[in-house]
């Protein structure tokens, strides 16, 4: 089981990959897209750990604050609202280890992919990158923990 900080540099990794990976082959984000882009892979890189008190909960919180803070000045209202939803999230995990399974993986960072299509009423996927944002982090912190093996 990695530490917090070994699931932070691993995270960041994957979203560095996810942002070469996308540049490269999709578009250019811009600057603020590629901040949310690593906030959203930190966040759930380190996510998993929420239950327990760790070095990921304390990052949850201040990358919580941070970012929620800035959307707020930005009068990002709805979007600081969903990210507000979020934050209830780790209080209702117990600790039992669902949050280091696959189906948490992609349920848990799904509102992100919903919200818009919820939001427009049409099948707007503007939400994507930010949900494969957050499932780069999170599938980084199954690989570290060992939980996610495609081998065996
Ligand atoms: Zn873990």
């Known amino acids: 089981m990695a530490s917090g900080k070994g699931h932070l540099a691993g995270g960041f ?29 930190l966040m759930f890189a380190v996510w998993p750990d929420v239950d327990i008190k760790s070095i990921g909960q304390k990052f949850f919180y201040s990358v919580f604050f941070i970012t929620d803070a800035y959307l707020i000045i930005m009068h990002e209202y709805k979007v600081a609202a969903y990210f507000g939803l979020i934050i209830i999230l780790p209080v209702l995990a117990k600790h039992g280890g669902w949050t280091h ?20 009423g049409i099948f707007d996927l503007s939400g994507a990158p930010y949900y494969i944002a957050a499932l780069t982090g999170y599938f980084s912190h199954l690989v570290l923990d060992g939980r996610f093996r495609l081998w065996k």
């Open 13 to 41: 990794l994957f979203a560095l990959l996810f942002l070469h990976i996308i540049t490269n082959y999709f578009f250019s984000p811009s600057p603020i897209d590629i901040i949310l882009y690593i906030s959203i892979a």
């Open 101 to 120: 399974s696959v189906p948490a993986m992609v349920l848990v960072p799904s509102p992100l992919l919903i919200y818009p299509i919820y939001n427009s």
